[in-house]
Nanobody
Framework: QVKLVESGGGLVQTGGSLRLSCAAS????????MGWFRQAPGKEREFVAA????????VVTDSVKGRFTISRDNAKNTINLQMNALKPEDTAVYFCAADRTPGILRNKGAYDYWGQGTQVTVSS
């Protein structure tokens, strides 16, 4: 069983930065494909970023390209989402997800394990 716990959310002004972390337990992150998703009120959960077990060639969705970066810290058994130049439309609950299937997983249905989410609010 894999447990995921997100942290780092909060309230920030437009143009500001936040760094989300997702701590995994029960399995090392180097054996998991992992991703970040977000869900705004009244909207479906959407893909934000993903990183494979190897850590090579992580991907982010087009709306955050150039602003968000996903990375993995094997020593801390965490993945991170560095979010810069935040916009009000980035406001959402951000979820960390993990799965044992190798590769870059963009579909939320591909993930078996989810964290509880952390709120990110960007004020205008």
């Amino acid at each position: 069983q894999v447990k995921l716990v997100e942290s780092g959310g909060g309230l920030v002004q437009t143009g500001g930065s936040l760094r989300l972390s997702c701590a995994a337990s029960g399995r090392t992150v180097s054996t998991l494909s992992m991703g970040w998703f977000r869900q705004a009120p009244g909207k479906e959960r959407e893909f934000v970023a993903a990183i494979s077990q190897s850590g090579g060639s992580p991907v982010v969705t087009d709306s955050v390209k150039g602003r968000f970066t996903i990375s993995r810290d094997n020593a801390k058994n965490t993945i991170n989402l560095q979010m810069n130049a935040l916009k009000p439309e980035d406001t959402a609950v951000y979820f960390c997800a993990a799965d044992r299937t190798p590769g870059i997983l963009r579909n939320k249905g591909a993930y078996d394990y989810w964290g509880q989410g952390t709120q990110v609010t960007v004020s205008s």
